[in-house]
């Protein structure tokens, strides 16, 4: 094959056929691409929305429950506790006055 002489115009027009040809080849990939990076920004907005949705449940949830745990601390608060020492003299005396009385005793 003889040695063919490629001017620079020539050359510009085969780099220019290279760039359009892969343009083209990508150009489909690019659209689908775009295309699915569409419905995965859907599926994120979808997503967003329904970890708000779920967020909601769980703060409501949880002010319920510290609602109710309020209620049961000031029930809690509102108790009078007896002393072991107040109990001890208590089960005495209700023995001796068990004992006086000719009451038998349950324990």
């Known amino acids: 094959m003889a040695n063919k002489k490629i001017t620079i115009d ?8 290279g760039f359009d040809e892969t343009n083209e080849k990508l150009g489909g990939r690019m659209d689908k691409l775009d295309g699915r990076m569409d ?27 510290e609602a109710g ?18 109990f001890e ?8 006055i068990e004992a006086k009385l000719g009451i038998k005793s349950g324990k």
Not at 10 to 17: E, P, Y
Not at 89 to 96: A, F, G
């Open 10 to 17: 020539d050359l510009a027009i085969m780099v220019q056929k």
């Open 39 to 65: 419905k995965l920004d859907g599926r994120m907005d979808k997503l967003d929305g329904r970890m708000d949705v779920l967020e909601k449940k769980v703060d409501d949830g949880f002010s319920h429950v």
């Open 69 to 86: 745990l309020d209620a049961i601390n000031k029930n809690i608060k509102e108790l009078d506790f007896v002393t072991k020492d107040e």
């Open 89 to 96: 003299d208590l089960m005495t005396r209700v023995k001796y």
